[in-house]
């Protein structure tokens, strides 16, 4: 506290010590105003009115108008304004000047927040894109900004998967540089990493793709940058805005087909009959001389197809969702301040899950003297999930999993008052056809889960600007997050049960501070000009959770001490810290050549000793090509632009402690009561930073103001990749968390902006487009990684499907064929041995056939396009995406070879036939209950092609143009999202992870992202 | 602010904006020098060394070059019985793969886990189960072998006892896992054929290939002997104790065929006089924990917080909170059946059907209990309460490993297999007469009751006294016997009804993924065509 009470006095110091250079100044003509806009004569309220070469200026009031003393006749009056190009006008002998602005052609050189620092667009050098909060007003509806950006930005790769209330979704920046460590790119909010926002408070997005942008943030850039910027209030303006967006939501499944329990039975039927029958052509005395009937009737009785409960129906249903944001901002020309509080609800199409999230915001700037500016950003997040303890997909698995035969009330069906069914009791029940033997709505009506979260940020910057070429910015964020979730199971619950009930809390809070701070020269000499930044970073973070239950629930009360028995306690601490200096120089001459360079030193707590620092740097050069005299008289290029770059950056998105080998304590390792520890980790002292070695070389062309195109063209290495490793059990681990060589990604990133028309109706057309190539150049050893279904392996992509291979059906059995490779000797070889097989040949028996690497996981291109039309004041934005040559394995349980699973039909949509006779060219082998040849285990079958066009979103806007009762700018919209997809994938929406760590693989009954129709108002007061 | 215990964590937070250091006219001096000082400032407040520790491990080092750790290590060491790390269900698994190639079993329908390929002999190499059992199997090993070589020869009693146990561990995991992976001792020919990986330190590199089942059963047989030695204090039945060590030889023993070692082992535990027999009054004991239970050698012990509900050993055989798809096959019923009196029947729980006033319903159809029975799938509801209701708890249960009676009919197996048949039937009399049987019950030569051999009592004697408990399909095919599945339902079931003892399904593939982890492993042979023998 002493601390702050010095920096409090140092502050009055500062101020009286800049206040006397004020009084200095003498002077004594009065000038005033009216700025307008130049188009529409509307005033302008807000507008930065400077003197030039002086620190004296005011701004615009509500109406426009202004007043100011200035030193003499001689001075400048500088007028600038967001979003209209600046004026400057020598006083001379005048007492009023008013002002016309004319709107800046936004897209031609904006100001660009890129972390520490801002550019004009055409000084960058580097590979950046930039969202504006227009654009985000178009998004699609989410509390998840990444689910709003998606199929918005080049290079930047969204997989939608997730419908769940609150969910995200999952975005790589250029291809999968690594899958053991995080792919996700480093976050940045108002200038410093981390933080959290809400995305109606957002005012633009910048991506930083390529080093030359990322390269300052050194260590933690590999996978690229998102900044974002919050919104500010601006001073004369103020305004109270409201925007609300609400509308049902539904799942849409309807390419999936499920049995009822007439056509299950039918088809349960058929695979037993064929079961039957062939065990009686074997001769099988269990089968030979009975009846098939007494055989089928024991296995699913006739009198099954008297339920017919549709879990789907009873689980699944409209949902619907609710944002409303009433936000206030404005301020005077010394302080300013932007307040927004958020509500977010969303219920699930899945029975009983929701989410509600409460957000608030406050921005406030304050210059405490005119180059000392201090701001202070607060936040607060209230989340909750009821129900929590089902999770995202329970539900969602259960409506495909659960059987028809089986009524969750035992008084009959459609009897929903009735018991429910205690499905392990089969003394109530005799049978239960779902093999879990678990009634979900028993299970949801006999527990009771809820889960909490609180989130809190308090960011303090200072900026002063000590002279016209020095600044230096200090920025602190402190945050804390409060996770309580809580659980009660009853002793009637099947998780309860074995406890006599139980309650369980949980709680885990985090804090963490980030302080950066930075010092920022601008110097011009000449046609020669600098930017430098010099900086340092540090944080720490750490997170601690307890988690109690007791057993022995009472009358079903919640509290923990209402429970009988403690049973379990448990709880830890960990932590994690970076710490970084950085320094960046920008220098171009006659704003036509441009450089950058960055160095950057971090250290992270991740790793050990020796293996802490680490150096990243940038270099980055830019040629405004159309400025040179030789393009002067082409007028009809606008921007021609040649960039390139290259840098080092780093990747430590793993685990705390993962260097380290130790013992370890838990609630599994106590043996009798007493605490014991096991081995938990393999110790690797050389575990080391990822780096990614990027070469962007890019272009940027505009001609006739109507086409824009930007291309890219990279080339980034990643080396010493932070991967598990899977261990042979002789270890006595698992997995040994390894750097293990190094993969390339290169690729292509494209996007044109066209302006179609630009007359009373004004058309404009977006197309962004990735192309990616990933290739593993070298492993340590030159050692395969094997796991699950996947290999690592030089020569072929990061993530590579690695199992057998599916080789159709036998025509004259039905049976399942595989690939086997065989050596000389007509020896078993898999893939692994990496020799050449000998003979290729096919294989009924699954143990007998080869694991072999089959194909990529990864698509050949992904992208956006989106189309805006304007005509008066309505407006329409169409937005589709697309991913293109990436398979997805999903495994369905075809065959009835458990009588609890087999829901799906499976000939309906997908077209699929099943053997039925010899000499049948089949999709799928001979129906047979049990699965004796093994189907359902891993293998190409299951890879389908999951390439899609969706369109994401279609939006319908009208402004009003006048004041309609009171409520300036009121725009209505109807927008509809997750409309149509255009897929050859059979179940569904295959929009998947197809670059994160989980790409490659989608279950079938995962919570897919709803279908909504929503309405919006937005007005300000 | 929380005090990390790191200062200058937060030191910096503070200090790196102005510190008392700067006097205040320094706002008055030159610009540039103030800068300058304010640079240094923030790069000298920052003194932490990034250096945090977890707060629940431990290193290794400190782990071995403390005895109080060492024994918390030891602890650890045990609960790889109860539970691995990953939640996996140790004992369960340990139970599938031992005990479902059993004949005492049956299955009320097909099951998409994998324990329906060893309970079928369809091995498959991508079995689940048997890859999460050599895995926990090895974790085990390099646990214990991290204590083990942390304590030398001549440390004190205490530490011995310490390393005995460990031993003993390492012992008890390789019989384990020689027995699911490799052909028993007895087959032809232990010198060629292949056992599994010996890890005897914490080479973590080292990527052994298979040892002999040879070197494998002696490896556990010096381990168990040095166990024997250095464990001089007295345990409770929950821990290795050289009474636990002695019992392992002799189940060791018997199964290399060493009868008389084996008779000399088992002897030594039963006259340890630790151990009694439970009076015939208690039986069914399932209710009794082990330190209640007299005639435990080795149980792990599970608390009742540490109830695994339906990941128990019991789960798949009762249906009170478990699965309950695993009943008692009709050949065992047929046996326990044989003496009308015998009290091992009390383990088992028929479901009667009951009538509209809650009346068991006669059936002379029936022809154990004379009432009409509910099935699953035909499968009739004989469900089995050995590993349920520990103290009255639904799925609680202390797995047994090692009980006295073991070492009764392990010296009848011996005796029978050196021809002392008399003394064979007096230690099969002995268990039989705690199972409640008196008079033309027991076994005289001249009253063999029907059998031709006194093997074969003694086989079918352990069958009546352990059944469910893991030792039936090993017994069977040590023994050169084939295992009798005719009894089986028709519901999925693809498996052979007879199995041979040479059959190469007898044991467990390694699983792929460890095959491609380690290159200087060998698969066992692929599974033969069973088709041509009498079905």
Redesign the interface.
């Known amino acids: 506290m002493e601390?702050?009470i010095?920096?409090f006095?140092?502050f009055i110091?500062?101020g009286i010590?800049l206040l006397s250079q004020f009084v200095a100044l003498a002077q004594q003509v009065s000038v005033q105003g009216v700025v307008t806009d130049a188009k529409t004569g509307a005033v302008l309220a807000g507008v930065n009115v400077a003197v030039s070469g002086t620190t004296l200026g005011t701004i615009t009031d509500g109406s426009g108008t202004y007043s100011l003393t200035v030193p003499n006749e001689k001075s400048v009056l500088q007028f600038s304004f967001i979003g209209y190009q600046p004026q400057s006008v020598t006083i001379g002998s005048q007492k009023v000047i008013n002002i016309a602005l004319a709107e800046e052609l936004a897209v031609l050189d904006e100001i660009v927040v890129i972390g520490y620092s801002s550019r004009r667009q055409s000084e960058l050098s580097s590979s950046v894109a930039v969202v504006s909060a227009a654009k985000l007003q178009t998004a699609p509806v989410s509390t998840s900004l990444s689910v709003m950006l998606q199929g918005r930005v080049p290079g930047l790769i969204i997989s939608n998967t997730n419908g769940m209330p609150g969910s995200g979704a999952t975005m790589t920046i250029r291809g999968a540089g690594s899958i053991g460590a995080s792919t996700s790119p480093l976050v940045v909010v108002d200038g410093i990493i981390g933080g959290d926002y809400n995305p109606q408070d957002v005012e633009t997005v910048t991506v930083l793709k390529d080093a030359a942008a990322t390269g300052i943030y050194g260590s933690r850039a590999a996978n690229g940058v998102l900044v974002i910027t919050t919104k500010q209030g601006r001073a004369g303006d103020f305004r109270v805005s409201v925007t609300s967006t609400t509308g049902p939501t539904f799942n849409w499944d309807n390419r999936i087909e499920l049995n009822d329990s007439h056509s299950l039975y039918d088809q349960q039927v058929k695979g037993l009959r064929n079961?039957f029958d062939l065990?009686v052509a074997?001769?099988?005395?269990?089968?030979v001389g009975?009846s098939f009937e007494e055989?089928r009737d024991?296995?699913v009785p006739p009198n099954v197809v008297n339920t017919n409960t549709n879990w789907y129906d009873l689980l699944n249903g409209p949902g619907f969702i609710n944002q409303t944001q009433l936000a206030m901002s404005g301020g005077n020309e010394r302080t300013t301040f932007y307040v927004s509080a958020n509500l977010n609800y969303e219920k699930g199409t899945i029975l009983d899950r929701s989410h509600t999230q409460a957000t608030l915001r406050s921005n406030i700037s304050h210059k405490i003297f005119e180059n000392l500016k201090f701001t202070l950003r607060l936040t607060g997040d209230y989340e909750t999930d009821p129900n929590s303890w089902f999770g995202s997909g329970r539900a969602r698995w259960e409506s495909f999993s659960a059987v028809p035969y089986d009524n969750p009330y035992y008084d009959g069906p459609g009897s929903i008052n009735g018991h429910l069914t205690p499905v392990?009791?089969?003394?109530i029940v005799?049978?239960w056809y779902h093999?879990t033997?678990q009634n979900y709505i028993l299970e949801r009506e006999t527990s009771e889960s809820l889960s909490k979260e609180y989130d809190g940020t308090g960011t303090g910057e200072?900026d002063w600007r000590?002279?016209d070429w020095?600044r230096?910015n200090?920025n602190?964020r402190?945050s804390f997050g409060f996770g309580d979730e809580s659980y009660m199971f009853t002793k009637d619950n099947?998780e309860g049960?074995?406890?006599g009930g139980y309650v369980e809390w949980d709680y885990d809070y985090s804090?963490g501070?980030i302080?950066s701070?930075t010092?920022h020269i601008s110097r011009k000499f000449g046609n020669h000009t600098f930017y430098g930044i010099?900086g340092?970073e540090?944080s720490?973070g750490?997170s601690r959770y307890v988690d109690a239950r007791a057993?022995g629930v009472v009358a079903g009360m919640t509290a923990l001490s209402s429970a009988g028995?403690p049973?379990?306690t448990r709880g830890?601490?960990?932590?994690?810290?970076?710490?970084s200096?950085f320094g960046q120089l920008d220098y171009n001459y006659r704003n036509k050549y441009f450089l950058v360079g960055s160095l950057r030193r971090d250290?992270?707590?991740r790793f050990g000793?020796d293996y802490?620092w680490a150096t990243f740097y940038s270099i980055g050069a830019n040629w405004h090509i159309n400025r040179e005299n030789f393009l002067a008289d082409v007028d009809w290029i606008n921007t021609l632009k040649l960039r390139a770059s290259y840098g080092k950056t780093g990747n430590a998105n793993i685990s705390?402690?993962l260097h380290?080998?130790?013992?370890?304590?838990?609630d599994?390792?106590?043996?009798?009561?007493?605490?014991?520890?096991?081995?938990?980790r393999?110790?690797n002292p050389a575990l080391t930073w990822e780096s990614a070695h990027t070469l962007n070389i890019g272009t940027e062309l505009r001609i006739y103001n109507r086409l824009t195109i930007e291309l890219d063209l990279y080339n980034t290495k990643n080396t010493d990749l932070l991967q598990s490793v899977?261990?042979?059990?002789?270890?006595?681990?698992?997995s040994q968390q390894r750097n293990i060589g190094s993969v390339l990604n290169r690729g292509i990133d494209l996007n044109i902006t066209t302006t179609n028309l630009d007359g009373l109706l004004k058309w404009q057309t977006n197309l962004n487009l990735n192309v990616n190539r990933n290739e593993v150049l070298e492993l340590s050893n030159h050692a395969?990684i094997?796991?699950d279904n996947y290999i690592i392996r030089e020569g072929l992509t990061l993530k590579y499907f690695y199992m057998r291979e599916w080789k159709g059906v036998d025509p004259a059995t039905g049976k399942p064929l595989w690939t086997r490779w065989e050596d000389e000797n007509g020896g078993l070889l898999?893939g692994?041995s990496k020799k050449e097989p000998t003979n290729i040949t096919t294989t009924s028996v699954?143990?007998?056939a080869s694991?072999i690497p089959i194909e990529t996981v990864y698509p050949d291109f992904t992208g956006g396009f989106s189309n805006d039309l304007m005509f008066k004041n309505f407006s329409l934005t169409i937005l589709t995406n697309f991913a293109v040559g990436h398979k997805v394995y999903t495994e369905a349980?075809w065959t009835v070879?458990?009588?609890g699973?087999n829901r799906f039909k499976i000939t309906k949509w997908q077209g699929w036939t099943t053997w039925e006779k010899p000499g049948d060219i089949a999709d799928l082998p001979q129906l047979l209950?049990?699965?004796?040849y093994?189907t359902?285990?891993?293998s190409s079958l299951y890879l389908h092609d999951a390439s899609y066009l969706k369109i994401q979103s279609v939006r319908l806007g009208y402004t009003f143009p006048k004041t309609i009762v009171g409520l300036k700018n009121l725009s209505l919209a109807v927008a509809s999202e997750n409309l149509a997809i255009l897929t050859k994938f059979p179940f569904g929406d295959s929009d998947t992870d197809f670059t994160g760590s989980s790409a490659g693989s989608a279950s079938l009954d995962r919570y897919r992202p709803t279908r909504k129709v929503l309405f919006s108002i937005r007005f300000d007061l | 602010m929380t005090d990390t215990g790191q200062p200058g964590k937060f030191y910096l937070a503070s200090g790196l904006i102005f510190n008392n250091k700067i006097k205040y006219n320094i706002m008055k001096t030159n610009k540039g020098i103030c800068l300058i000082f304010f640079m240094l400032l923030l790069w000298s407040g920052c003194t932490d060394e990034l250096e945090y520790l977890p707060i629940d491990q431990l290193t290794t080092n400190q782990i071995i070059n403390d005895p109080e750790l060492l024994k918390t290590a030891t602890v650890g060491n045990y609960s790889y019985m109860r539970r691995n790390r990953t939640g996996d269900d140790a004992q369960n698994i340990r139970h599938r793969v031992i005990e479902y190639q059993s004949d005492d079993l049956i299955m009320m329908r097909w099951s998409s886990n994998h324990l329906t390929y060893i309970l079928t002999y369809l091995m498959v190499v991508n079995n689940n189960l048997a890859r999460s059992f050599w895995n926990i199997a090895y974790y085990a090993i390099f646990a214990v072998n991290t204590v083990i070589e942390a304590i030398p020869d001549d440390a004190s009693a205490e530490m011995l006892n310490l390393k005995g146990e460990n031993l003993w561990m390492r012992a008890h995991w390789m019989f384990d896992l020689v027995r699911v992976f490799a052909r028993p001792y007895s087959h032809d020919s232990p010198e060629t054929n292949l056992g599994v990986m010996i890890r005897d330190n914490t080479d973590v590199f080292a990527l052994p290939p298979r040892s002999t089942v040879k070197e494998c059963y002696e490896f556990i047989e010096k381990d168990l002997l040095k166990a024997a030695e250095l464990m001089t204090i007295s345990k409770s039945n929950k821990y290795a104790s050289k009474e636990v060590a002695w019992a392992t030889l002799a189940r060791l023993y018997l199964y290399m065929e060493k009868n008389d070692e084996a008779i000399e082992y088992a002897n030594k535990v039963i006259s340890s006089n630790r151990y009694q027999l439970i009076p015939a009054d208690k039986v069914p004991w399932n209710r009794l924990t082990c330190e209640q239970n007299s005639e435990t050698i080795f149980a792990v012990k599970i608390l009742p917080a540490e109830n695994m509900g339906r990941t128990s050993i019991g789960s798949m055989f009762h249906n009170d909170v478990g699965w309950g798809e695993i009943m008692v096959s009709s050949s065992l019923m047929d046996l326990l059946w044989k003496c009308p009196n015998d009290n091992r029947k009390k383990f088992i729980d028929p479901h009667y059907k009951l009538d509209a006033n809650g009346q068991k319903i006669p059936d002379p159809n029936e022809k154990y209990y004379g009432y009409a029975m509910n099935d699953r799938m035909g499968v009739t509801s004989y469900y089995s309460i050995k590993f349920t209701y520990e103290n009255g708890v639904a799925m609680l249960h202390s797995p047994v490993y090692f009980r006295l009676a073991e070492m009764y009919l392990i010296l009848a197996e011996a005796y029978a297999k050196t021809g002392q048949n008399q003394l064979a039937l007096d230690n099969v009399n002995i268990i039989r007469q705690r199972a409640g049987l008196t008079g033309d019950e027991l076994f005289r030569l001249d009253n063999m009751r029907g059998y031709s051999s006194v093997l074969d009592i003694v086989l079918d004697e352990k069958r009546l006294e352990f059944w469910l408990e893991g030792h039936r399909a090993q017994d069977v095919f040590r023994n050169k016997r084939t295992m009798d599945r005719t009894y089986s339902s028709w519901q999925g079931w693809s498996g052979p009804r007879y199995i041979p003892y040479w059959s190469n399904r007898i044991i467990n593939f390694i699983h792929e993924d460890e095959m491609a982890r380690n290159p200087n492993l060998v698969q066992n042979p692929p599974l033969e065509d069973l088709s041509e023998l009498p079905q």
């Open positions: 601390s702050h010095r920096l006095r140092k110091l500062i010590f079961l065990r074997e001769g099988h005395p269990d089968f009975k055989y024991k296995t392990m009791n089969t003394n005799p049978l093999y033997r200072l000590i002279t020095l230096v200090t602190t402190v099947l049960k074995t406890y804090t501070i302080t701070n010092a010099l340092q540090y720490y750490n057993i028995t049973n379990l830890t601490l960990s932590e994690t810290g970076f710490k200096y250290a992270s707590s000793p802490k705390n402690y380290m080998g130790t013992y370890q304590f838990s599994r390792t106590a043996y009798d009561g007493v605490a014991g520890a096991v081995p938990s393999l110790p899977p261990l042979s059990a002789a270890s006595g681990f698992a395969d094997i796991s898999h692994s699954f143990s007998d694991l349980n070879h458990d009588l699973s209950f049990s699965d004796p093994n359902r285990m891993a």
